[in-house]
C-alpha cells in the first residue's frame, strides 16, 4: 500500500517518520530505475515536469532578454532626451477669381476629395468670350469685363496678362477672304476703376499710361508684347485691394479690306497673379 | 515514555547546554571588515535651449527632492514658427544650444519627424510641405566674444562637421555642411530629395547618432529652414499647407 509522499509500508519501517525522511525517499525514488508500478512512476515523472517547467521559463526569460538586447541599441543604460517639437512652416496661398461674362472661374480649379488643386493652381479652362459676331470695319469697339480677384491668404505682388495663340479661320459662310485677321484686329486692355467700368484708370496696352489706351495695337502685337504687366498686384483676399477691373476692347479698323471678311480670330487672354 | 520522545528530551538538553556555554567557546578568532562600499551611478543629462536664451530646458525636468520622474525625457521649446508665407530667398534660422550637464561622456542622437497638412480653408496644393522644406543644420564654431541671447545664427565658418546638409554623406558626416536647399524637385509625384525635411526625417527616424559630447561640454547647432523659390510656379504645389516637425536629441 502506498500512503501520500510516495512511500510504501515498508519503507516506513526502515526510514524515520517525518518530513526529512519523506524527502529523502522521495528522492530515492525518483533516482530507482525501472519501476513497474504506475503510482510510482507517477511520483517519478513530477519532478520531471517541474524542471521541464522551470527550464521553459528560463528559455523564454533568456530569449525575451536576448529579443530586448537586439531590438535597441539604445535600450542600454543612461540616456537623456530633450525634445523640440510643434515647429510649424505654414505656407499661405494665391489664388486668382476670374469673372467675365457672369462666369467665375478659379485659378485652381477642380479639388480633390482633400481639397488639393492638382493643376499647379493653373486653370486653362476658363470661359470664353464672344467679343463679336458679324462685326464689319468700323463698328464700335467690342469690350469685355473683367473682374479678377485674389481669394488667397497672400498679397500679389504683379499682375500680368498675356494673349497668345491668335489663329485666323474661316467662318461658317460659303464665301471669304484669306486675310489675316490677328495681324489686323485692334486691341486695347485697359484697367477700370471699379465695377461699373466706367472710368478708365490705366492702360496696359498698347501703352502704359493712365487714362484711357491711346493707339491701338494689333492681336498680334499684343502677343509679342506679352506678357504685360500692370503697375500692382492685388492684396490678399479680404484686404483692400484684393479685386481689380479691367477691359479688353477689340475692333476691326475701319480701313479694313475685304480679305478679311468671313474670318474669324481665335486667341487666349491669360491672367497671371504672381507673389 | 516511548523512543522518540527520549530523543527529542535528549536533543533539547544539549541544546540548552550548546547555548549556556557558547559565549565562552571562542578563544582565538581573526576579523576583518570592509566597511562603505559604495557602487555609484554617473549620469547622462542634456539641457535645450532656443538661441541662448535665458531660459534653458534639462532632459531631467522638474525635480522634486531632487530627483525625476520624468525617466529623462523632457520636451523643450518649440524652435520655428513661420507663418503664412511663400517661396523665398528668406532663410529663417536658429541657434540651438545643448549642453551635456551629466557627469558621463555621451553620444547625440538625433529623431526628426515632419508631417503635411492642409492648412487653408479652401484650396490648398497636393504635395508634401516637408518635401519642398529645405533644411540644414550645421555646427557652430567659436563665436566673437562668445554666444549671447538672441543669437540666430552663428559662426558657421571653417567648421569641418555637418549635423545635416544636402550634401553626401548626408548625416553625421565630417566635412562641413552642403548649401541649404536641395536638387531641383520634379513635379508629382517626384520622390523628394536630398536636402528637404521629408529626407531629414527619413534618415533620421530613429536615433542617429549626429555628435559626441563629453560631459561638461555644449555644442551649438545653427538650423536653417527655407522655402526656396525655383521660379516659374514650382512651388505651387504646396500652397496652404502647413508643415508640423520636431527634433528629438537623446544622448546616451
Known amino acids: 500500500m502506498r500512503v501520500p509522499g510516495g512511500l510504501t509500508q515498508g519503507e516506513r519501517g526502515h526510514v524515520s517518520a517525518g518530513l526529512l525522511g519523506r524527502i529523502q525517499s522521495a528522492h530515492l525514488a525518483s533516482l530507482s530505475t525501472g519501476i513497474a508500478d504506475p503510482a510510482v512512476a507517477s511520483a517519478k515523472a513530477r519532478p520531471r515536469v517541474l524542471r521541464s517547467t522551470f527550464n521553459k521559463l528560463m528559455v523564454s526569460t533568456m530569449v525575451l532578454a536576448a529579443v530586448g538586447t537586439l531590438a535597441s541599441g539604445t535600450l542600454a543604460s543612461f540616456n537623456a532626451t530633450t525634445t523640440n517639437a510643434n515647429n510649424t512652416f505654414q505656407t499661405g496661398t494665391l489664388a486668382l477669381s476670374d469673372n467675365v461674362a457672369a462666369q467665375t472661374c478659379l485659378s485652381y480649379g477642380a479639388l480633390d476629395a482633400q481639397d488639393q488643386f492638382t493643376n499647379n493652381n493653373s486653370n486653362g479652362s476658363c470661359n470664353t468670350v464672344a467679343f463679336a459676331a458679324a462685326a464689319k470695319p468700323g463698328d464700335p469697339a467690342a469690350t469685355a469685363n473683367f473682374t479678377l480677384k485674389n481669394v488667397g491668404s497672400l498679397a500679389g505682388a504683379s499682375m500680368k496678362v498675356a494673349g497668345s495663340g491668335c489663329a485666323t479661320t474661316n467662318n461658317a459662310e460659303a464665301f471669304h477672304g484669306a486675310g489675316d485677321l490677328c495681324g489686323q484686329l485692334a486691341i486695347a486692355v485697359q484697367e477700370m476703376t471699379d465695377a461699373t467700368f466706367a472710368t478708365n484708370k490705366q492702360c496696359l496696352y498698347p501703352n502704359t499710361s493712365l487714362g484711357a489706351c491711346g493707339a491701338t495695337g494689333t492681336v498680334t502685337a499684343f502677343q509679342t508684347a506679352s506678357p504685360v504687366s500692370s503697375a500692382t498686384g492685388l492684396a490678399k483676399a479680404g484686404a483692400a485691394g484684393d479685386t481689380r477691373y479691367f477691359q479688353v476692347q477689340i475692333q476691326l479698323p475701319a480701313a479694313s479690306g475685304n480679305q478679311f471678311q468671313g474670318r474669324v480670330a481665335t486667341f487666349t487672354i491669360t491672367w497671371e497673379l504672381d507673389q | 515514555m516511548d523512543r522518540t520522545k527520549k530523543i527529542l528530551i535528549t536533543m533539547l538538553v544539549l541544546g540548552a547546554l550548546a547555548a549556556v556555554g557558547g559565549g565562552t567557546y571562542a578563544s582565538f578568532n581573526a576579523v576583518t571588515t570592509n566597511p562603505g562600499n559604495t557602487f555609484q551611478t554617473g549620469s547622462i543629462f542634456l539641457s535645450n535651449d532656443k538661441d541662448t536664451t535665458a531660459t534653458t530646458c534639462f532632459s531631467y525636468g522638474a525635480l522634486t527632492a531632487g530627483q525625476f520622474t520624468n525617466n529623462n525625457t523632457q520636451a523643450c521649446s518649440t524652435l520655428v514658427t513661420v507663418a503664412t508665407t511663400k517661396p523665398s530667398a528668406t532663410v529663417t534660422s536658429v541657434v540651438l544650444h545643448l549642453k551635456n550637464v551629466g557627469a558621463s561622456n555621451g553620444t547625440l542622437g538625433l529623431a526628426t519627424t515632419c508631417a503635411s497638412a492642409n492648412?487653408?480653408?479652401?484650396?490648398?496644393?497636393?504635395?508634401?510641405?516637408?518635401?519642398?522644406?529645405?533644411?540644414?543644420?550645421?555646427?557652430?564654431?567659436?563665436?566673437?566674444?562668445?554666444?549671447?541671447?538672441?543669437?540666430?545664427?552663428?559662426?558657421?565658418?571653417?567648421?569641418?562637421?555637418?549635423?545635416?546638409?544636402?550634401?553626401?554623406?548626408?548625416?553625421?558626416?565630417?566635412?562641413?555642411?552642403?548649401?541649404?536647399?536641395?536638387?531641383?524637385?520634379?513635379?508629382?509625384?517626384?520622390?523628394?530629395?536630398?536636402?528637404?525635411?521629408?529626407?531629414?526625417?527619413?534618415?533620421?527616424?530613429?536615433?542617429?547618432?549626429?555628435?559626441?559630447?563629453?560631459?561638461?561640454?555644449?555644442v551649438y547647432y545653427q538650423i536653417d529652414i527655407q522655402l526656396p523659390d525655383t521660379g516659374a510656379g514650382l512651388e505651387n504645389d504646396v500652397q496652404g499647407k502647413t508643415a508640423t516637425f520636431g527634433f528629438t536629441w537623446s544622448l546616451s
Do not use: K
Open chain 2, 119 to 218: 492648412s487653408d480653408p479652401t484650396a490648398s496644393g497636393n504635395r508634401n510641405l516637408c518635401d519642398r522644406l529645405a533644411i540644414r543644420i550645421t555646427p557652430c564654431g567659436a563665436m566673437p566674444g562668445g554666444y549671447t541671447s538672441g543669437n540666430t545664427t552663428c559662426n558657421t565658418t571653417s567648421v569641418t562637421h555637418c549635423v545635416y546638409s544636402q550634401t553626401a554623406a548626408y548625416v553625421n558626416t565630417a566635412a562641413a555642411c552642403g548649401a541649404l536647399g536641395y536638387p531641383v524637385l520634379g513635379a508629382m509625384p517626384a520622390a523628394a530629395t536630398a536636402g528637404s525635411l521629408t529626407d531629414l526625417a527619413t534618415r533620421t527616424a530613429a536615433n542617429t547618432t549626429v555628435d559626441t559630447i563629453n560631459a561638461g561640454n555644449e
